[in-house]
């Protein structure tokens, strides 16, 4: 967090909210999609910022689909922590326990976002039993006060004492 910096990678499957996550926080965010047979769909990165008490805080989002694994590594370069945006509506697949896995052995500063908590069926309490004890925060990642008071919590437990 050198110089008052923060990079943030959001990473989370086809569909979780990655790209709404980063939008809700930054109505400038930029978006790199292209236009498929099942809807729109980040191809390269998402990017927003933030400030949160005086620390400028850089969001990077992934693609959700594995055959993206090669972006996500660039990405994910000089990261200082990393977010886990999970469609809680439906059961956490493959994908999204291999990234968690994959983040979670990485060492680095983890928060799992459960997004679609509003949805009708949605289940945060048997998402949330899948990431072990991680720092999870129910959010719509539609609504900007609930994706900034989750941002700004998780910036908190890394910046200590602002």
């Excluded at 493959?94 to 052995?105: D, I, K, N, V, W």
Aim: aromatic share 8%; proline share 3%.
């Amino acid at each position: 967090m050198a110089g008052g910096k923060l990079k943030i990678v959001v990473f989370g499957s086809y569909n979780a909210g990655k790209s709404t996550f980063i939008q809700a926080i930054d109505s400038q965010a930029r978006h790199v999609e292209a236009h498929t047979s099942d809807g729109d769909t980040t191809v390269a990165i998402d990017y927003g910022r933030a400030e949160i008490h005086a620390l400028q805080v850089y969001l990077f989002g992934t693609p959700g689909q594995e055959r993206f694994e090669f972006v996500r590594q660039i990405v994910s370069r000089g990261m200082d922590a990393a977010i886990l945006v999970v469609d809680c509506s439906i059961a956490p697949d493959e994908f999204t326990r291999s990234l968690y896995e994959t983040l979670s052995r990485q060492k680095i500063p983890l928060a799992v976002m459960l997004n679609k908590c509003d949805l009708p069926g949605s289940c945060p309490a048997t998402a949330r039993s899948a990431f072990g004890d991680s720092l999870v925060f129910e959010i719509c990642a539609s609504e900007r006060s609930r994706a900034m008071t989750a941002l700004t919590a998780f910036v908190e437990t890394l910046a200590g004492d602002l």
